[in-house]
């Protein structure tokens, strides 16, 4: 899978929209980016994840550039909740997603009441 | 709740030691995979298995094994465990209709933390 590259850590207000960026200048076609998050003390849990174009779900919006050279995860009204290490993975689906999850470091992200 | 069940929760052991981790997927999943999360190596992928047959292998070492049964649970077995297999070790499953083209999402345990002493 292609190599993503995140910020260590970012900081926010609760209720104020927090965008977490993500470069992968080396992703391929078949690529998917996907985003997870691990609260403390749990197991990674699904964000959302796109191909080319702009995604929203209940949790969260994914904005896709247009060369998809990078993406940004968009959490538009953070909580205190939504302290947590934020992943940015791409998995190459082509060969029918065999390979399982390739986690980086990803962005710690610190909310403040 | 994700709907993966990991069972147990805690498990201190000795070294030199075997285990079992046990996982039960999201009902109608027939992908699981199994990661180890250690503080030095992340969050790590070891092995994927799809409708009872392994599909893939990542970074799981020889004294590692798994299986997946006909009712689709998993469990990861640890043999001779040394004090650096201390981690924590998550199940996640997936629809993941294979050949498809299209990804789907991955649903994680909440882990089974394994102590080696």
């Known amino acids: 899978d292609a190599k993503t590259t995140q910020p260590n850590s970012m900081e926010s207000n609760e209720e104020e929209p927090v965008h977490l960026p993500c470069n992968h200048s080396t992703i391929s076609g078949t690529d998917y980016i996907h985003w997870y998050r691990q609260l403390p003390s749990q197991g990674p849990e699904y964000v959302i994840h796109?191909?080319?174009s702009n995604v929203n779900n209940r949790m969260a919006s994914l904005a896709i550039a247009e060369d998809r050279k990078s993406s940004t995860l968009i959490l538009h009204r953070a909580t205190l909740r939504d302290a947590a290490v934020y992943y940015c993975i791409l998995r190459d689906y082509s060969g029918g997603g065999a390979d399982g999850l390739t986690f980086g470091k990803g962005t710690h992200l610190i909310i403040q009441p | 709740d994700s709907g993966v069940t990991q069972t147990p929760k805690h498990l201190i052991t000795a070294t030199g030691q075997r285990v079992t981790l046990r996982c039960s997927p999201r009902s109608g999943d027939l992908s699981v995979y199994w990661y180890q999360q250690s503080l030095d190596q992340g969050l790590q992928f070891l092995i994927h298995y799809y409708n009872g047959e392994e599909r893939a292998k990542g970074n799981i070492l020889e004294r590692f094994s798994a299986q997946q049964f006909p009712d689709l649970h998993s469990e990861l077995n640890l043999s001779s465990l040394e004090l650096g297999d201390s981690a924590l070790y998550f199940c996640?499953?997936?629809?993941?209709?294979?050949?498809?083209?299209?990804?789907?999402?991955?649903?994680f345990g909440q882990g089974t933390r394994l102590t080696v002493v």
């Open positions: 996640a499953s997936s629809v993941a209709t294979e050949g498809a083209g299209v990804d789907t999402e991955a649903f």
């Open positions: 796109g191909l080319t």
